[in-house]
Every structure is written in C-alpha cells, then in structure tokens.
C-alpha cells in the first residue's frame, strides 16, 4: 500500500514555521499584503507540485502492480497448460507401460504354470527316491542303534572300572598325605619346643650377662668412691 511521503509532512511543518515568521516578521519589519500574497502563492504552488508528483509516483507504483500480477497470471496459465501437457503424456507412457505389465504378467503367469507342472513331476519322483532312502536309513538307524548300545554297556563298565581304579588311587593319595601332614605337625611341635629352649637359654644367659655387668658398675663405683676419698685425705693433710 502506499504510503504519503515525508514531504507533506514536512510542508505542514513548514506553513506553521512560515505563519510563526510572518507573526514575528510582523513585529520587526513592515511586509505588505501583495509580498505576502506572492509569497505564499509560491508555497501554494510548490506544495500543489509536489502533490501532483506524489500521485504519479502512486499510480505508477499501481501501475507496476498491475502489470507484475499480469504477469503472474500469465505465468500461472502457461505454467498450468505445461503441467497439464506432461500430465496427459506421462498418462499415455503410464497406460503404455500397464499394458506392457500386463502382457508380461500373462507370459510369467503361464511359465510358472509350466515350471510348477514340471516341478510337480520332479516332486514325485524325489518323494518316491527319499522314501526308499528313507527305509534303507531306517535299517541303517537300527543297526547304528544297536552297535551303539553295545559300546555304551562297554563304556559304562570301563568307566566304572576307571572310577574304582581313581577312587583307590585317591584313597592311597589322601592316606599318604595325612600320613605327611601327621610328620609335619611333629617336626614343627618339636620345631617350637626347641625354639622355647633356646629362646629361654637366651634369656637366662641375658640375664647372668646383665647381673654380672651390674656388679662390674657397682665395683667400678667403689673403686672410685674409694680413690677419690683417698685423695681428699692426701690433700687434707698437705694442708
């Protein structure tokens, strides 16, 4: 939409500014009728000018719409006739191509029937070969079962007999190593009463040596006891 220009603003700004110099001019200097007159029929003029360009410029911009909304429409319609051509030909390639299905369905539908007839007849033929295959396995199976149950009671008994054998063995195994246990817990009883003897001949050695060490002090502080009294008296009688 348009919209006025800033100019007709500014004109009315403009009236107001010339009456409030025309009010002030007309205190200050004497202006007469016809000045004024010319004058503000120039204004008049300049603002009818600018008027009249204003509403160019709208009807030309209208003009402008116009003539882009032509355009559009006619864009729209040759767009819509081209769409409407390719709809019209890929119809004629789409029915073209049902067409082509649809024979090629009849061929397939009619050489699958021939290869089902033909594997109809391989069927039967399979069938009645697996079915003698089949009774012959079946004999096979019995003897294969047979054999089987005959190493199975073998099995089982060498298994049993491997388990005696194992149980024995680890009787014996167990035996023996209590028997080692026992010795160990003798060695190490004796171990310990032997680390008590010698632990309580440290002790009783440790205390002889303390013992004997005191009294090694207890003279050593005689003897100087002594020597210094012996001292004190050579002294005093120097004196």
Do not use: C
């Amino acid at each position: 939409m348009w919209a006025p220009s800033k100019s007709v603003m500014k004109n009315g700004g403009m009236q107001k500014s010339n009456d409030t110099w025309k009010s002030s001019s007309s205190h200050n200097t004497p202006i007469t009728d016809s000045a004024m007159l010319e004058r503000e029929r120039k204004q008049l003029e300049k603002i009818k000018l600018r008027q009249q360009q204003e509403i160019k410029q709208m009807v030309d911009y209208e003009l402008s719409l116009q003539k882009r909304r032509e355009q559009n429409e006619q864009k729209l319609k040759e767009d819509k006739l081209k769409e409407e051509m390719r709809a019209k030909e890929a119809a004629k390639r789409q029915k073209e191509l049902d067409e082509q299905k649809k024979k090629e369905e009849r061929e397939r539908i009619k050489k699958e029937e021939e290869e089902a007839e033909k594997q109809k007849q391989k069927v039967k033929e399979q069938y009645k070969k697996d079915m003698m295959r089949a009774e012959e396995e079946k004999k096979k199976a019995k003897e294969r079962e047979k054999k089987l149950r005959k190493e199975a009671e073998e099995q089982k008994k060498k298994q049993e007999e491997f388990k005696k054998k194992t149980e024995d063995i680890l009787n014996q195994q167990q035996e023996s190593v209590e028997k080692r246990r026992k010795e160990m817990d003798k060695r190490d009883q004796e171990r310990k009463r032997s680390l008590e003897r010698k632990q309580k001949e440290r002790s009783e050695m440790a205390e002889q040596k303390r013992k004997e060490t005191e009294a090694k002090i207890s003279q050593a502080k005689e003897n100087i006891n002594k020597l210094l009294e012996e001292q004190r008296e050579v002294i005093f009688n120097i004196s």
